[in-house]
């Protein structure tokens, strides 16, 4: 039963979402373009974050290690 | 004599009001809801307007078009795109006798609330919750319709004059006395129509040169009375002692606007229960104010005669005050007795004035008869004349109902404005496509309730109003209660953080007002 309630619960955070956003309120043909706006948005922020914050993150990375690196070899060349 | 001081000396009970703050993310989302309405309500004007759609709201005509436009401001906008869908929880047509339980006509519309048609049905039995039957003397068997049933067929329906010319019966004589007697000043006048009570009284009373200081929140009758006198209007906050104590010095130390000369009367507007707050004025307080500065007092009790006070008498007994402290008392009979029309009370030599100079009484028509029997009746019921002590349970009954009902929703969550002892139960609901909701899903499960949005009350703060009745059982309370609490969860709409705002103005101390008790 498990499901049943995941699947209530769901419905249920559909119509809170429907609610808040007055879209109980539309005919259908608003709905669908509400909807697909607001899916299209989503899809383009998520599509966008996968894209760049990989790259963001490596190079951060990179950045960093580069870094410690650097004054890791200082220190051993002073030494030296 | 001993006296008491309890809060100050001039309340003899807690006076215990309470209206919660607005949630922040409540009023972002709300905000969110309306922007979302608005962007589509814009799309859909365009549309009309380019005839991709068809029109059928109301348009000025082609030869009109280039005019002043009619239907460009915020309200039609609203109206068009806003109220039309979610119109169909107003104007339900009712086919039985407001009781305690209601019987209406069901209808659909197949083209979202442009047009409805019957589909035949009675939805019969419908708990009501939004009917003003604070007493339950709406009622189509009982003392009260049998007697008027007997005047109609002495006196007929309609008096065809009015109060001046032929339309002055001995029912309208005989309902004055007892109204006075009822409210214990010297004596009244009864008009046909509750609103126009106030909207041509007011007039009669006050003119150009006399300063009326209304209360923020009230109603249109007394504004447009107000606004018809021709007097200068000065608004005070809402229930708030220290904005109008502030009010009034400054009206006695300036004086009128350009020449400095004295106001000629002050006049003080107030009501006993809002009926969108379900406040309860602070009359003590401004009775106070109204002798230190010799001001003069209307106070309106549509919705507090026969609601408040243990004998019904409205918010005066209420408190425990003396009527003839109150210039003017007005009311109304449609909410508590069960009829229609209004009501002025007080000295001998205002009603007389009123008789020869209130416009209602030169050109209304007067009260019809059955109405006036029915008011009598039901008026010696609360007073307890006819015999029995039906009334004097009534009125307990709805008490013990207000207590149970607030008490129970306050529990569960739900944000409620208003005194704790008013019959009049406003719930929060805030966002625009919940009033639609909760309306909906209230008659679905069998129980008719009225929801208020813009433009009676401020845009975010749209509500559901309950009025209780002493017609309702227990058990009809408990039905009501627990259908409200589902639809509650349903809609999330327990927003209240069980945390007592306290009363905004600062406790009142021995140096500003009178002491009254002596």
């Given at each position: 039963m498990d499901i049943k309630s995941m699947k209530n619960y769901l419905y249920w955070l559909y119509c809170q979402f429907e609610l808040i956003t007055c879209s109980y309120l539309m005919e259908p043909w608003e709905k669908l373009l509400f909807y697909t706006f607001n899916i299209t948005m989503l899809v383009m922020v998520l599509y966008t974050a996968y894209i760049f914050v990989s790259v963001h993150i490596s190079t951060a990375l990179q950045f960093f290690l580069h870094l410690f690196g650097n004054q890791h070899e200082n220190t051993v060349s002073v030494v030296k | 004599i001993n006296h008491i001081v309890h809060n100050g000396g001039l309340y003899k009970r807690p006076f215990n009001e309470d209206f919660e703050e607005t949630p922040m993310l409540v009023a972002v989302l709300t905000y969110v809801g309306y922007g979302v309405l608005t962007l589509f309500g814009y799309l859909r004007d365009f549309?009309?307007?380019?005839?991709?759609?068809?029109?059928?709201?109301a348009t000025e005509r082609e030869e009109q078009k280039d005019f002043v436009p009619l239907y460009q401001d915020f309200e039609n906008f609203y109206n068009r795109n806003l109220y039309m869908r979610i119109r169909d929880s107003w104007n339900r047509p009712i086919c039985s006798v407001p009781g305690a339980k209601v019987d209406m006509m069901e209808r659909v519309s197949h083209d979202y609330n442009w047009t409805f048609t019957y589909t035949g049905r009675v939805i019969k039995d419908i708990i009501n919750m939004g009917s003003y039957n604070y007493l339950g003397f709406a009622q189509k068997a009982g003392t009260c319709q049998e007697a008027a049933a007997k005047v109609l067929s002495q006196y007929g329906a309609g008096v065809c004059s009015t109060r001046q010319e032929m339309g002055n019966l001995d029912k309208h004589e005989e309902l004055e006395k007892l109204v006075a007697r009822f409210l214990g000043v010297e004596s009244a006048m009864a008009y046909g129509m509750g609103f126009a009570t106030n909207s041509m009284n007011i007039p009669a009373l006050v003119g150009k040169g006399c300063l009326i200081l209304s209360d923020e929140l009230n109603h249109a009758s007394l504004v447009l009375g107000a606004r018809l006198s021709g007097a200068t209007i000065r608004i005070f906050k809402h229930n708030n002692m220290q904005s109008l104590e502030k009010l009034l010095k400054d009206a006695i130390v300036h004086g009128q606007p350009r020449t400095r000369r004295p106001w000629k009367k002050i006049l003080i507007l107030v009501e006993g229960i809002y009926s969108m707050e379900g406040s309860i004025v602070r009359l003590p307080e401004v009775i106070a104010l109204k002798k230190k500065?010799?001001?003069?007092?209307?106070?309106?009790?549509?919705?507090?005669?026969?609601?408040?006070g243990p004998t019904g008498r409205g918010v005066v007994e209420y408190f425990g005050l003396n009527p003839e402290d109150v210039d003017v008392m007005m009311g109304t009979f449609t909410k508590s007795f069960g009829a229609a029309g209004g009501y002025i009370g007080g000295k001998k030599e205002l009603i007389d004035y009123l008789r020869t100079y209130s416009h209602s009484a030169v050109y209304a028509t007067s009260l019809s008869p059955p109405v006036v029997e029915q008011i009598i009746t039901s008026m010696k019921c609360i007073m307890g004349e006819d015999g029995t002590t039906v009334g004097k349970a009534r009125v307990q009954q709805l008490a013990e109902n207000t207590r149970y009902f607030r008490r129970r929703l306050k529990e569960m969550g739900f944000i409620i404005y208003g005194n704790e002892d008013s019959p009049v139960v406003p719930l929060m609901l805030y966002m625009p496509a919940k009033i639609g909701a909760f309306g909906r899903e209230m008659l679905k499960r069998n129980i008719g309730v009225v929801v208020v949005g813009f433009p009676a009350t401020p845009i975010i703060e749209s509500r559901a109003r309950f009025c209780l009745s002493?017609?309702?059982?227990?058990?009809?309370?408990?039905?009501?209660?627990?259908?409200?609490?589902?639809?509650?969860d349903l809609l999330q709409l327990k927003y209240s953080r069980h945390r007592l705002v306290p009363l905004l103005d600062r406790p009142f101390d021995e140096t500003t007002y009178e002491e009254t008790e002596d």
């Open positions: - | 549309m009309r307007q380019w005839k991709i759609e068809k029109c059928q709201n500065y010799k001001s003069y007092l209307y106070l309106d009790e549509a919705h507090s005669i026969g609601a408040l002493a017609a309702h059982t227990k058990e009809m309370l408990d039905t009501a209660l627990k259908e409200i609490n589902e639809v509650g």
